[in-house]
């Protein structure tokens, strides 16, 4: 695949590690030998996957004279704290739009994410209900901006469109390459879909390199119908955008709804154990929203014997370590 073609920065410092996990896969039982890619070391304050998507992103809104950026995501979004770090480095005003998607869920107080929006120079930052038109809200704090003299560019929530995923192609590419290099034989790659910018853009990049490694989506949100739809629409366009021949196989894409709990950021106790897992025997942070709940799945796949004995299984460690300290009580309990 040709990245050079699209607007891009340098926000990447070379590949992101991939390392054994050998204590966590000996608790597990030892049939499986499991991986990590470590995204969660990507640079960018505190470091996770929206720095691979907003190397793209952000270099569109240079590319069409943007002086301010607006986004949106939860009130712990990484999405949002990342987007903020990467503006802060270009010199661009960032302004947020934050979801109350769990009633009563913001705290002006908090920690975690919320207090390095702060650090991290956020303009404005306009917290609206559950359920809003999240699109509606930044169109209309463009406008805002604009007749204030600014030029706005928008970024979706999560960074998940065609330009943003691309990011996410491209790490399967250099993933492809590591393995390559490690003669390393890896079965399946585990991976969050929440906004699904990084599970389409994993497809889609698997495809355009001929890999045939399955990819298995963990949702964080959505029921399993509901997600692969989501995933498989953005998977088409980016594609397209990439120019991949042949089209994208429909059942190249899997999730699985059933570690989701009973919501988006909210705790279960296998993402408490999956968090406690890899703390103690991989000195791994995970976080409570994606990377714990995915890694709850991978834990349950494992235990359940979906993956054949000996196999290889690589964790994609998307990041988010920042939210673990807005749950101390949950981690506690
Ligand atoms: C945003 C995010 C994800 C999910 O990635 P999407 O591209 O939105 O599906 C996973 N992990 C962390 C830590 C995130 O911040």
């Given at each position: 695949m040709n990245f050079t073609k699209f607007p891009r920065r340098n926000y990447l410092q070379g590949p992101?590690?991939?390392?054994?996990?050998?204590?966590?896969?000996k608790a597990l039982g030892g049939d499986v030998n499991l991986f990590v890619k470590r995204d969660d070391l990507l640079p960018?304050?505190?470091?996770?996957?929206?720095?691979?998507?907003?190397?793209?992103?952000?270099?569109?809104?240079?590319?069409?004279?943007?002086d301010a950026i607006i986004t949106c995501g939860a009130v712990q979004s990484n999405h949002c704290r990342l987007t903020a770090s990467w503006s802060a480095k270009e010199g661009l005003e960032c302004h947020l739009l934050l979801e109350e998607r769990v009633k009563g869920s913001y705290n002006i107080e908090a920690s975690g994410n919320n207090f390095l929006f702060e650090l991290l120079n956020v303009r404005t930052t306009k917290v609206v209900e559950g359920g809003s038109d999240m699109m509606g809200e930044m169109e209309k704090k463009a406008e805002e901006l604009k007749a204030a003299g600014k030029t706005p560019y928008i970024i979706p929530g999560g960074a998940s469109n065609p330009i943003g995923a691309t990011g996410y192609a491209l790490c399967a590419e250099e993933t492809m390459t590591q393995i390559?290099?490690?003669?390393?034989?890896?079965?399946?790659?585990v991976v969050p879909s929440g906004s699904a910018g990084t599970h389409a853009g994993m497809i889609v990049g698997m495809t355009g390199i001929n890999g045939n490694i399955p990819i298995l989506g963990m949702n964080v949100s959505r029921t399993k119908e509901v997600q692969e739809e989501i995933v498989y629409k953005l998977a088409i366009e980016t594609a397209e955008r990439l120019e991949v021949k042949g089209g994208l196989d429909r059942s190249s894409v899997v999730c699985y709804g059933d570690y989701v709990g009973p919501g988006y950021s909210l705790p279960t106790d296998s993402m408490v154990e999956a968090v406690k897992l890899f703390a103690m025997n991989e000195a791994i942070l995970?976080?409570?929203?994606?990377?714990?709940?995915?890694?709850?799945?991978?834990?349950?796949?494992?235990?359940?014997?979906?993956?054949?004995?000996g196999a290889n299984v690589l964790f994609l460690h998307t990041g988010g370590s920042p939210a673990l300290y807005s749950y101390l009580d949950t981690f506690r309990q």
């Open positions: 992101t590690p991939i390392e054994a996990m050998p204590q966590l896969s960018g304050a505190a470091g996770g996957n929206k720095t691979r998507k907003l190397e793209f992103c952000i270099a569109d809104a240079l590319e069409n004279g943007a390559n290099e490690m003669r390393l034989k890896i079965d399946t790659i995970l976080d409570p929203v994606y990377s714990g709940k995915t890694a709850a799945g991978l834990i349950d796949q494992v235990r359940k014997g979906t993956f054949a004995k």
